[in-house]
């Protein structure tokens, strides 16, 4: 019996369990094959999410142009889940300089602060780490108390969209959304969707009822098996 999640017997723990979310359809309106951009690696995203909790939701905005309409449509699913997931009261911007970039930090950090309104960071964390081709890069971890000082949303969540669309592209896959008290986290990391990530089960049912015509079917079965089997009256599963 182990608590929202299942038991990795290798690596000695719970695994994370992730939960695809997406639909796609051809312009006569016949979904398509599913065709999944690879996403980008989450080494330093699985560190940041074993902090939070155990079991997760891999919702897809599923966007393939940019064109108005395909851009509206993204945002409004964004829009949506900040919305039904929110408070929350942590911000994390996560920025990654390599020698090769010759663009200031300082005049990044100002174009993030001028996009959301928010002052500087309240923290700075600074990270010297080397990149799988052992080329030496930095990692800046900004954190804003979003009760204090609340970021404009609309334009950060439109800035995520279209990191990749010669946008602000230091925000593709860095920004993430915490609420510390329900040990919730919501990351979504580019036009290609979103990750929620708990500590509990309980905690993001509510996705999982209300969200169900963006359910993958070829993750639907370990879908219900956490969502839908009966828990013991301590809380774990069968």
């Known amino acids: 019996r182990y608590k929202e999640g299942f038991y990795n017997g290798g690596q000695g723990g719970k695994r994370q369990t992730h939960y695809n979310i997406r639909t796609r359809v051809n312009k006569n309106g016949k979904r398509k094959k599913r065709i999944r951009k690879q996403k980008p690696e989450k080494t330093e995203k699985e560190k940041i999410y074993k902090l939070v909790g155990q079991v997760s939701l891999d919702i897809f905005l599923d966007k393939t142009h940019l064109n108005p309409k395909y851009l509206r449509s993204a945002f409004w699913r964004v829009s949506f889940l900040y919305e039904k997931i929110a408070p929350f009261d942590t911000l994390l911007w996560v920025l990654y300089r390599t ?54 949303i609309a334009p950060l969540l439109k800035g995520i969209l279209s990191a990749d669309f010669k ?72």
């Not at 010759?102 to 700075?124: K, N, Q």
């Not at 920004?175 to 990750?195: C, I, S």
């Not at 999982?208 to 089997?229: A, P």
């Open 99 to 152: 020698p090769d970039l010759e663009t200031d930090v300082t005049a990044i950090i100002d174009r993030f602060c001028t996009l959301t309104h928010l002052p500087s960071p309240a923290e700075v964390y600074q990270q010297e780490v080397t990149t799988s081709d052992e080329e030496p890069m930095t990692r800046i971890f900004l954190l804003w108390d979003m009760k204090q000082t609340p970021p404009l």
């Open 167 to 238: 946008g602000f592209r230091e925000l593709s896959s860095a920004v993430f959304f915490f609420d510390t008290e329900r040990h919730l986290l919501f990351h979504p990391y580019d036009d290609r969707g979103a990750d929620v990530v708990a500590e509990k089960a309980e905690t993001i049912r509510f996705l999982y009822e209300d969200c169900k015509n963006w359910l993958l079917e070829y993750d639907l079965q370990r879908m219900q098996k956490i969502f839908e089997t009966k828990k013991d009256p301590f809380g774990s599963f069968f």
